[in-house]
């Protein structure tokens, strides 16, 4: 095996620890909020933190390599998020709490910035590589609401899942520190500037950093609300609704291994436009019944088209971004903005007017997603 596939399988298996963190954050918060007694507001608070630490990481991540290179740099953001959980675990402070969170973020931001930047560079840009990434990251977030509901029926609590978090955690900071991961990508960067820098100029990035704006405020809300969303229907139990957001990812890796393979027969714009489409559809299936039947049929529905857009997405502008993490990092940022925005608009408005009814407002962030798709499916090829 060559180094660069040794490279590039550790980047999967942090992509699959990362996707069982996020995952198991949503999984944990109703259990961690009933005992706790926050709100809904204060919730949403942490699931923003986590999101705006994520935001941080595309500024801060870039720099900090720019330093002390890329190894040691994922190594000790990556690190973070173990040590946060550590903090949860202990502290009843949602104000510690909410500050952990932040660091939380940031070291998954940065998971996320150089897993992209170096499998989109090795496979070069690869619509087909990038999903098989972002597979191994829908795989961890599968197993996080089913280990926490098998917990729970165990008679056990969210604090030994959270435990089981930090424990996988750390095997992913191990795995950043054993791979042979060469710093030269500033000397890259350098090299091809002038042609790195059309992706500042172009309406084709910034369309597709909105559409993935759109497209991660809605998964944000997925992994952080959707189980108490799901339990505040009133027609389903606590561990049927856990389970259920287990589906959604199960549907996900279906999805985005069909998405790998359709890559090679159509082009990335109409990948994206179709699953916009089908997301459109199931959400709103999802929020205009409270049949159990048809909310089960919408979340399978929904996680098979919510599969492909974001690594069809970056595949989409990575052509523009090649060989910069400073590229990579902006396109993220876009996105990761509107997970910063979306779960704390859902957890005030749940106060409010009850989980159900917040939900319902995510449809118009989910329309804008498709009308920027259907724009971006107009737009000439990227070459």
């Not at 060559?2 to 918060?29: D, E, H, P, W």
């Not at 919408?298 to 919510?306: A, C, D």
Request: include cysteine; hydrophobic fraction near 50%.
């Amino acid at each position: 095996m060559t180094n660069q596939n040794k490279i590039i399988n550790r980047c999967f298996y942090a992509f699959l620890i990362s996707g069982l963190t996020v995952l198991m954050i949503g999984a944990i918060i109703p259990y961690m909020r009933e005992e706790r007694g926050f709100s809904y507001t204060v919730a949403g608070s942490f699931l923003s933190a986590y999101a705006i630490g994520n935001f941080s990481a595309s500024f801060f991540s870039p720099f900090l390599a720019s330093k002390i290179g890329r190894k040691k740099t994922i190594v000790l953001l990556s690190s973070l998020v173990p040590l946060s959980f550590l903090v949860v675990f202990f502290s009843t402070s949602a104000t510690i709490i909410f500050i952990v969170f932040l660091a939380a973020g940031l070291g998954r931001g940065a998971i996320s910035n150089i897993n992209n930047a170096v499998v989109n560079d090795t496979s070069n840009g690869s619509s087909a590589k990038i999903n098989i990434l972002h597979t191994y990251f829908a795989v961890g977030a599968f197993i996080a609401p089913f280990l926490t509901s098998t917990f729970i029926n165990f008679g056990l609590t969210w604090k030994h899942v959270l435990m089981t978090t930090i424990i996988l955690s750390i095997t992913g900071v191990i795995a950043y520190g054993t791979m042979k991961l060469q710093d030269d990508y500033i000397k890259v960067e350098k090299e091809i500037k002038p042609a790195n820098n059309k992706y500042l100029k172009s309406v084709d990035f910034y369309l597709i950093g909105f559409l993935l704006f759109f497209y991660l405020g809605l998964e944000n809300c997925v992994n952080g609300w959707f189980v108490s969303y799901l339990q505040d229907t009133g027609v389903m139990s606590a561990t049927y609704a856990t389970n259920l957001v287990s589906i959604v990812w199960i549907c996900v890796i279906i999805g985005r291994l069909t998405c790998a393979y359709l890559s090679k027969k159509f082009s990335k714009k109409r990948i994206i436009l179709i699953n916009s489409i089908g997301c459109v559809s199931f959400f709103l299936l999802l929020i205009s019944t409270t049949n159990i039947v048809l909310i089960t049929i919408s979340i399978i529905g929904l996680g098979l088209f919510l599969a492909g857009i974001y690594p069809t997405g970056v595949a989409n502008a990575g052509t523009l971004i090649k060989g910069s993490t400073t590229g990579m990092a902006m396109l993220l940022a876009i996105a990761s903005l509107g997970g910063i925005i979306m779960p704390q608009i859902i957890g005030v408005f749940a106060d409010k007017i009850g989980m159900s009814g917040a939900i319902g407002i995510l449809a118009i962030d989910v329309l804008i997603m498709l009308i920027l798709a259907i724009v971006n499916n107009m737009r000439k090829v990227i070459e």
